[in-house]
């Protein structure tokens, strides 16, 4: 069954609906044609296994866990709700739920579950080593999905960016047209994420009968320096952006120095990933009003 009958025959539950990635998902599902369930912590909060327990969404539904305590250096502070939300007993429920309802769940996970101190990209299989309280958390989530025996896609991702919410993208887009002059950091390199792309290959992922672990982030590679650069020229702003080191920029959760993930085996299955300029120069077209 390809995923367009998939998730039409049995409809779609994106829980974290309202956050920068499920907001492009929903719409994408919907452009489709999808029956779609907009879920977000009012209708479930993932962190109680008694709600969980108790909810009434339909189970057998394709789900697309975008839910997520994303503050990483938050994370450090209250590490134990952050791993109530991405890697918590609610999490184990849901998943025996989906399992025992035969449903399928497309759960989103990072980068930072790795260390970051490698040089060559990470492959799939490559051992979970957080060094920070965020990647914790989210890695827990993984080994709780791996050991539930749930027909799953784990999706990890970086640096996520959109028209809309809080993102680099948009926080450098105001930096630079309202500053002359810029410090960014030059000695942390990743691959940034359209979330837009990333909602596309998900839906591929399914389409394709994917399951397991999987790398979905635009081509390329770059530093947060070079990313900031691009935007810039993208807008034709003037700001002088200087590159500087993290140690510049102190902050309560350490964050990998090298953070890019393989893509073979996604783009063996979906095809290969934009670049992320190009994926920007559409981002840049389409900016939400700034303030
Ligand atoms: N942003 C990045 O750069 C990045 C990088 C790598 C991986 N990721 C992963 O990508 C996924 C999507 O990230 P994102 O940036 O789209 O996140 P986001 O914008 O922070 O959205 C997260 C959503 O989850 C909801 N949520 C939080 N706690 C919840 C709970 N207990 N129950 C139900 N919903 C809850 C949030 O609602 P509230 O607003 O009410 O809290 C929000 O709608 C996450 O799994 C994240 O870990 C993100």
Avoid at 13 to 20: F, H, N, Q, Y
Avoid at 52 to 59: E, F, G
Avoid at 60 to 81: I, K, L, M, P, Q
Avoid at 164 to 179: G, I, P, Q, S, Y
Wanted: net charge negative; charged share 25%.
């Amino acid at each position: 069954m390809t995923a367009d009958s998939l998730l039409i025959a049995r409809g779609a539950v994106v829980l974290g609906a309202k956050g920068m990635l499920g907001r492009g998902l929903c719409r994408l599902l919907e452009g489709r044609g999808v029956s779609v369930i907009a879920a977000d912590r009012d209708e479930l909060d993932i962190a109680s296994p008694e709600a969980v327990k108790q909810s009434r969404l339909p189970m057998d539904a394709v789900w697309f866990n975008c839910a997520a305590w994303t503050n990483v250096d938050g994370a450090e502070e209250h590490e134990a709700d952050a791993l109530a939300v991405n890697g918590g007993e609610g999490l184990a429920v849901l998943c025996a739920r989906i399992k025992e309802a035969g449903g399928k769940l497309v759960h989103v996970s990072t980068d930072y579950v790795f260390d970051g101190k490698a040089t060559k990209p990470y492959g799939v299989d490559e051992p979970r080593n957080p060094i920070g309280a965020y990647g914790r958390t989210k890695a827990a989530g993984e080994k709780v999905i791996e050991q539930s025996g749930c027909d799953f896609i784990v999706a990890r991702t970086s640096w996520l960016y959109a028209p809309w919410a809080n993102n680099f993208v948009r926080t450098m887009a105001k930096l630079t047209r309202d500053k002359d002059e810029l410090k960014v950091v030059d000695d942390q390199r990743g691959r940034p994420t359209s979330a837009e792309h990333l909602a596309r290959s998900l839906v591929s992922l399914v389409d394709a009968e994917g399951s397991g672990v999987f790398h979905v982030t635009d081509g390329g590679e770059c530093t947060w320096f070079e990313f900031a650069c691009a935007v810039r020229d993208g807008l034709g702003h003037t700001c002088v952006v200087k590159p500087c080191t993290t140690a510049e920029f102190p902050r309560p959760a350490p964050r990998p120095a090298y953070s890019v993930l393989d893509l073979s085996r996604t783009e063996s299955l979906i095809g290969n990933m934009p670049h992320w300029r190009v994926n920007l120069a559409d981002v840049l077209k389409r900016l939400e009003p700034l303030d």
